[in-house]
């Protein structure tokens, strides 16, 4: 079974640009989380999206946004760059259990994003 | 507010030797337990998860151990080997959250 795949994986953009993360999970998992990643932060979570749905959204300002589509691939969006979104972006997907909890997360191996 | 907490950024070990990397939470309702590792320029790689129903669970070399009345854990890793020299961080979920908490990860160096 294919693992979590993300595009792209490098990215470099100027601050003010937008730009959208893909990503795409095992088949199969209905959960996809996003996380940022910068050194000595550990993983920071963006947001959680269930069945096109944001379930769960963690302490990130509006300019990160995201979306689920019905073949649960997501997408996530960061308008107005700055230079402190500089960051190894994470996506993971997880079979939700029947009561749609999420359990053991798969990651994908990220983007990096270098704002200039 | 770091509900997760690894307050060991390092650790070096020599080849052979157990390696404990260390772990402490805050949230009672936290009842899921996962460990993973990370090389540089990779996704984190799932190694090894504990529900709280346990104390202990062991995966060949790995071994988490759950200590709920401390509100700690602890993966051994027995024996070490250089291969194991990455990043690890440990997380945590409540059953009736959809979300993961992570550490700030522990960076293992395993000397032949």
């Known amino acids: 079974k294919a693992g979590v795949t993300q595009t792209p994986r490098y990215l470099i953009k100027t601050r003010g640009q937008q730009v959208t993360l893909s990503c795409s999970p095992i088949s199969g998992h209905r959960s996809v989380s996003w996380y940022q990643q910068t050194p000595g932060q550990g993983l920071q979570f963006l947001f959680e999206y269930f069945s096109e749905t944001q379930r769960n959204k963690g302490n990130f300002p509006g300019r990160f946004s995201g979306r689920q589509f019905s073949n649960s691939r997501s997408e996530m969006n960061v308008s107005t760059l700055e230079l402190g979104d500089s960051a190894l972006y994470l996506c993971a997907s997880s079979l939700a259990l029947s009561g749609g909890q999420t359990r053991t997360q798969y990651f994908g191996p990220g983007t990096r994003l270098t704002v200039l | 507010d770091q509900q997760v907490k690894q307050n060991s950024p390092s650790l070096s070990v020599q080849e052979g030797r157990i390696s404990i990397l260390n772990c402490d939470y805050t949230?009672?309702?936290?009842?899921?337990f996962l460990w993973y590792k990370k090389y540089p320029a990779e996704g984190p790689t799932f190694l090894i998860s504990i529900s709280s129903i346990k104390d202990k669970n062991e995966d060949g070399r790995f071994t988490v151990f759950l200590n709920k009345s401390a509100k700690h854990l602890s993966l051994h890793i027995v024996p070490s080997q250089p291969g194991d020299s990455a990043v690890y961080f440990c997380?945590?979920?409540?059953?009736?959250?959809?979300?993961?908490?992570f550490g700030t990860g522990t960076s293992l160096t395993v000397i032949p």
């Open positions: 997380a945590a979920s409540a059953l009736s959250g959809n979300q993961f908490y």
């Open positions: 949230n009672s309702m936290f009842d899921y």
